[in-house]
């Protein structure tokens, strides 16, 4: 039996889908829930447990009621892009939540546009136990960058698998412990353990903050506290590029500063939250979202 919905004839128009581990986009989901409830848009919350679409006798079969938008706060690609192939509009698409969700491939993505990229070197995939090739490699990028340096899983959210290494016993160890996943290495660039995060929503820049870690470097995890920013033209000429090259619906891209002040892209996150953002800034994100969905559906 699914714990999904699965009456397509219930009145629903938006979905709003996260993740069965749902407990960090849950607040992001209730508030948005709670604005389409204000403008009488019938819309429920459900969890993506696996069950929401099957592949049967060579067509994707859907499990969820037939609605106009689906607002989609998870990252699996798959039921992503099954869901479009059966005539869903999914917000964000599986394309860009793809791109995001991936360090590296975002990295390279955003090269080559004139903007300034967080140096990085991508690891050999490896399929088997390490041997001593492969750690030349690392030897190679120790040697180019120094210590310490940034060992990064390509996925994760929250800071998860992002390392900050000081010594090359250490990045042997945790590359012992990570070695099947697509690696990168990076420079670390000294911060006051704060990165900037610029929301865009509908193609547009609606605003900015500072956060700053209170616990270690990675100003998104843990304790950290976050204040207004205001983004120079440099910075909004920056974020312009992306939106363009990239069609950003909705995201949170995220920089660091150098010490000589220079804008460093860092990543960009298609599910980012904004329950700090709003409080922050005052500004009414929710209300701003369901402004984009309600212009996508109606074509305007």
Do not use: W
Not at 63 to 88: N, Q, S
Request: proline share 3%; charged share 25%; hydrophobic share 35%.
């Amino acid at each position: 039996m699914y714990s999904v919905l699965t009456d397509k004839e219930q009145t629903v128009t938006g979905l709003i889908i996260t993740n069965i581990d749902n407990k960090h986009s849950l607040p992001k989901a209730n508030s948005l829930l709670n604005e389409l409830n204000k403008r009488n848009i019938p819309a429920k919350i459900i969890q993506n447990d696996g069950f929401l679409y099957e592949i049967k006798d060579g067509n994707i079969i859907s499990h969820i009621p037939i609605c106009d938008f689906i607002i989609y706060l998870d990252k699996d690609i798959y039921t992503a892009v099954a869901l479009e192939k059966c005539g869903y509009l999914v917000i964000n698409d599986s394309a860009f939540t793809s791109l995001c969700d991936n360090k590296i491939l975002s990295s390279l993505r955003v090269s080559n546009l004139g903007i300034d990229v967080v140096d990085t070197i991508s690891l050999p995939l490896v399929y088997h136990q390490p041997e001593e090739k492969h750690y030349a490699a690392i030897d190679s990028a120790i040697e180019k960058y120094g210590l310490p340096l940034i060992l990064k899983r390509a996925y994760g959210s929250l800071g998860e698998g992002v390392f900050k290494i000081n010594s090359k016993d250490e990045l042997y160890q945790i590359y012992g412990q990570y070695y099947r996943d697509p690696l990168c290495i990076q420079p670390y660039i000294e911060t006051d353990n704060s990165s900037i995060r610029v929301l865009v929503l509908d193609h547009k820049i609606i605003g900015a903050i500072k956060r700053i870690g209170e616990e270690d470097f990675r100003s998104n995890s843990g304790q950290t506290t976050s204040q207004p920013y205001t983004l120079d033209k440099t910075l909004e000429q920056i974020v312009g590029t992306l939106i363009k090259e990239l069609d950003i619906d909705y995201a949170g891209i995220d920089f660091l500063v150098s010490k000589e002040g220079k804008y460093l892209f860092l990543e960009i996150n298609s599910n980012a939250f904004f329950d700090e953002f709003s409080k922050v800034t005052r500004i009414d994100v929710s209300k701003l979202f369901i402004d984009m969905v309600i212009k996508k559906v109606s074509h305007e």
